[in-house]
């Protein structure tokens, strides 16, 4: 059984960084693409960026530039690194190995 925690958000202003992290209980290796995807309240979930065991990623037209995504596959774990935040980024962030999700993590940006 494969399980996904994710950890690392928080409240932060605008402006602002964050580092998700998603440590998988089981190894990443076997996993072709991870991602992290987003929630906000009212809206449906969307993906933010994703990375395949090759490393080419891919990710959300409003989040390119902000945002970055890294898997170590020594450690089980997948990052994302959120800098310039803004109050849009608001959500809750789940972590994805298909078919397995995380529990999510909120991430509230806010002055």
């Known amino acids: 059984q494969v399980q996904l925690v994710e950890s690392g958000g928080g409240l932060v202003q605008p402006g602002g960084s964050l580092r998700l992290s998603c440590a998988v209980s089981?190894?990443?290796?076997?996993?072709?693409?991870v991602a992290w995807y987003r929630q906000a309240p009212g809206k449906v979930r969307e993906l933010v960026a994703s990375?395949?065991?090759?490393?080419?990623?891919n990710y959300a037209d409003s989040v390119k530039g902000r945002f970055t995504i890294s898997r170590d596959n020594a450690k089980n774990t997948v990052y994302l690194q959120m800098n310039s935040l803004k109050p849009e980024d608001t959500a809750v962030y789940y972590c994805?190995?298909?078919?397995?999700w995380g529990q999510g993590t909120q991430v509230t940006v806010s002055s």
């Open positions: 089981g190894t990443i290796r076997s996993f072709h693409a």
């Open positions: 994805n190995l298909p078919p397995h």
């Open positions: 990375i395949t065991n090759s490393g080419s990623t």
